[in-house]
């Protein structure tokens, strides 16, 4: 039987009075005449065309070739004053294939293509009342693989195994400073989840938040208090157009912490805490106390450690993070032990920022930060970069899972190269129970996604041949077991890339692609493609 997922009716205006009243607060906050924001609008387009031996990545029986010409715009817009930050980015992509019957509406062709997709990522954060109330808010829609273990792809014309992901967040809050003593925080936040696909359900979540931060009187003995309750609530289509609830969840978490500054750059740091989590389980304990022990160490401005080991109710844990910023070089290290679930990856994903590390490896060359960001932007353009480092994949599950994970990174920047490398390993284990996957992995596979380990790398290196020109070469390599079944995947890729820049508005490359990877576990297919990308980018 095939279930699809609909759209969760709205909910009675009065039920959520501040959705509606929130768009008209910033929006008489901009028209305010104290409110003076330095907008920066930012059009572009690309020209694409592309010729790849498997624009479906079907198994090598299946493969079937084909140019794609694409024409995509885009707007970005940066609004930054004293009541407003925005950042915000949209773009649409057109694509029309050799073949007339490939794309959604071809008949012989290949249909597991895409005619469109549309993108964007809206993020904001405003000041409604000095000092009081604020308001952040946040949207975006992207693709995500649907399972961890068929074919990895961003080339935004192929279907297989991917949806769009759309996402809503809004969360006002009232912060209070005490003096020096303290500064409190009631918060209040709402969003959304939404896969649009078979057996994924959407997802709509109320989160309500307390938490007091002692303030800067407190110099030897720091400390903190915080209380957290989630309720989450999950649809999807069960036929004739009715709206079932897969299952509602909730979490509720408190948390008193301490830092004894026994010298200056060291301190040791405890918390005593208390989990409870309520989502279907197998005999298993959902809610138990919690504590953690470590330190914090920073040696200098350049360098940070904070490490802590403890036990929450599902066992021992730890966490990890180090940081170190040479001259030309910047080394990080992660790890992170927690309860959580594919939605709230989506809403704060845990990957390694590009921008972030690139921007503390150009801040020796370029001071000032305006000038330091639109390095790093252009950086990342030319080199083919993505938004995230060290990114595992974030598979489609509706259950909680606990996700330890160990990621590093480290960035070269030399007179005419830089070199960028991150390694990671994610393990993870399902602690609901599974029937709420089973539409999504079907019987013959009902325990892929009970536990999974992940593996993997990347390199990306670029090298300036001039002031103009750039050839850079990206190769990530990932591979995915499932610990229950034994199943594995490894997915590859390899891209070589020459890069120009006509003059301040132009760009244009040339990239030449490789991937292979899993295609199908039932059958043991494989796929291979191999592509070669011109591009001429047009920025206004």
Known sequence: MTITTAKTPEAVPSRRPFLRLAPLAVAAMLLSAECHADWKVTPSIDLRETYSDNLGLQNDDLAHGGFVSEAAPRISVLVNGPRLKLTG??????????????????????????????????????????????LDGSAS????????????????????????????????????????????????????????????G??????????????????????????????????????????????DSSYETATLGGRWNIIPRFGLTATVGYDDYEYPSLNESTSGKSWTGGFVWTPSARTSLQASFGRRYFGKTGS????????????????????????????????????????????????????????????????????????????????????????GAVAFRGAHSDL?????????????????????????????????????ATANFAYRLSSRTQASANLSAINVESLTTGLTSNNREARLSLTRRFDAHTRGSIDLRRSTGRQDLINNDSYHENAIIATLSFVY
């Open 420 to 456: 960028v490398l991150t390694v990671f390993r994610d393990e993870r284990t399902a602690l609901s129970l599974q029937e709420s996957d089973s539409p999504l992995t079907g019987n013959q596979l009902s325990s892929l996604n009970d536990n999974t380990r992940q593996r993997g």
């Open 202 to 247: 959407d997802s709509k979540a109320t989160t309500k938040s307390a938490d007091v931060v002692s303030g800067s009187a407190f110099t030897t003995l720091a400390w903190n208090a915080s209380y957290v309750r989630q309720d989450l609530s999950m649809t999807q289509d069960t036929g004739a157009g009715a709206v079932g609830s897969i299952g």
């Open 320 to 407: 990890l993070a180090f940081s170190h910023r040479m001259r030309r070089s910047v080394w990080t290290a992660d790890y992170t032990d927690a309860v959580t679930t594919t939605r709230s990856q989506f809403l704060l994903p845990a990957t390694v920022n590009t921008a972030a590390m690139l921007d503390n490896l150009f801040s020796s060359s370029y001071p000032d930060p305006v000038q330091r960001q639109q390095a790093v932007q252009a950086y990342i353009a030319s080199a083919g970069l993505p938004a995230s480092l060290a990114n595992s994949i974030n598979y489609l599950t509706n259950r909680y899972i606990r996700v330890k994970r160990l990621q």
């Open 141 to 200: 829609r992207s693709r995500q693989s649907v399972s961890a273990f068929g074919q990895l792809t961003d080339n935004g014309y192929s279907a297989a195994n991917n949806a769009d992901i759309n996402i809503w967040r809004i969360s006002p809050y009232l912060r209070h400073r005490f003096g020096s003593n303290a500064v409190a925080t009631l918060r209040l936040t709402r969003d959304s989840v939404d896969g649009n696909v078979n057996g994924y």
């Open 89 to 134: 980015e949209a773009q649409w992509r057109q694509f029309a294939f050799s073949d007339s019957n490939d794309g959604n509406d071809g008949n012989n062709g290949n249909a597991n293509l895409h005619n469109s997709e549309r993108r964007y990522n809206v993020d904001a954060q405003s000041v409604l009342v000095d000092q009081l109330l604020y």
